[in-house]
Every structure is written in structure tokens, then in C-alpha cells.
């Protein structure tokens, strides 16, 4: 069964804006951490954001930090990442995670975000 899936990725260009959307299913995600990652080629994989379970706190590293927001509807069991002001270095692979105390339970398919004129 399907629990976590991506979607909204593709091509856009730089200073452009899109939203990355991740539907979970089979777990309890109101008790869990939820997190993007992302990929490049030839990078290791990077934590870009992390929300916590009731939404109270969020997490970000500098090379997105004023750009990107997560967001999340327990409700909806879905978590978001609004991008704005895309730059070419934020191409790469984008995956959903779930955790509960640090430890991953799932990790999502991805879908590829490429920033290009």
C-alpha cells in the first residue's frame, strides 16, 4: 500500500514559484515529524524542512530559509512545501519522510523539481 505520495513537482523558471503536496496514508500522521529531503546529482541527500506533528515548529537550512515553507493539514493528512524564488541549485529530487522519535517510518517515491530558463 501507497503511504506516502508526492506530488506537484516539474519544470520551472528561475525566481518562479510551485508547491510540492505529499498524501499520507496507514499510520497516524498526527503523531508524526514530517520532513522534505532533496537530491541533486552527485550530492548527498539534504533535509531542507521539518514540521512537527501539530505544526507548532519548523526547521530550516540557510540555502532555503525566507524562500521555502512547510506546511501541514492533519485533517487532510498532508504536508506542503510552498517554494518561491527558485534558483537552478534547488534542482534535484524531492522526497516526502514521516518520523515518529527521530526514526524514520516512511519515506516517500520523490518527484522532480528542475529550475531551468
Known amino acids: 500500500q501507497v503511504q506516502l505520495v508526492e506530488s506537484g513537482g516539474g519544470l520551472v523558471q528561475p525566481g518562479g514559484s510551485l508547491r510540492l503536496s505529499c498524501a499520507a496514508s496507514g499510520f497516524r500522521f498526527s503523531y508524526l515529524t514530517m520532513s522534505w529531503y532533496r537530491q541533486a546529482p552527485g550530492k548527498e541527500r539534504e533535509l531542507v524542512a521539518t514540521?512537527?506533528?501539530?505544526?507548532?515548529?519548523?526547521n530550516y537550512p540557510d540555502s532555503v530559509k525566507g524562500r521555502f515553507t512547510i506546511s501541514r493539514d492533519n485533517a487532510k493528512n498532508t504536508v506542503y512545501l510552498q517554494m518561491n524564488s527558485l534558483k537552478p541549485e534547488d534542482t534535484a529530487v524531492y522526497y516526502c519522510?514521516?518520523?515518529?522519535?527521530?526514526?524514520?517510518?516512511?519515506w516517500g517515491q520523490g518527484t522532480q523539481v528542475t529550475v531551468s530558463s
Open positions: 519522510n514521516a518520523a515518529y522519535n527521530r526514526i524514520t517510518l516512511r
Open positions: 514540521i512537527t506533528n501539530d505544526g507548532g515548529s519548523t
